[in-house]
């Protein structure tokens, strides 16, 4: 099973980036999928939700209106489109899997995103 996050970087504040995990090893279409977060010293935090097929999303208050969470399920693959980014959206970010009625989970290795002038 692996989880690979792509798409973090250095970013001015106001700008945009687009976070892509593909997955493979394990049925995508099945899963729910999330990206979180973790800034240094903070814990890791939700950011965004979407159902397997993609009919859902949720986010956290935060970053509602400024992201957005898709996936492609023929490709493997869930993004997250991050806009208007701000200083405090500066962290780490995970994608993550979630099999919620059988317990089974996955975690990406994360990918750095900076906002930073």
């Known amino acids: 099973v692996q989880l690979v996050e792509s798409g973090g970087g250095l970013v001015q504040p106001g700008g945009s980036l687009r976070l892509s995990c593909v997955a493979s090893?394990?049925?995508?279409?099945?899963?729910?999928m999330s990206w979180y977060r973790q800034a240094p010293g903070k814990e890791r935090e939700l950011v965004a939700v979407?159902?397997?097929?993609?009919?859902?999303?949720n986010y956290a208050d935060s970053v509602k209106g400024r992201f957005i969470i898709s996936r492609d399920n023929a490709k493997n693959t869930v993004y997250l489109q991050m806009n208007s980014l701000k200083f405090e959206d500066t962290a780490v970010y995970y994608c993550?899997?979630?099999?919620?009625?059988?317990?089974?989970?996955?975690w990406g290795q994360g990918t750095q995103v900076t906002v930073s002038s």
């Open positions: 993550y899997a979630n099999l919620r009625r059988y317990a089974i989970n996955y």
């Open positions: 979407i159902t397997p097929i993609g009919g859902t999303t």
């Open positions: 090893g394990f049925t995508f279409s099945r899963y729910d």
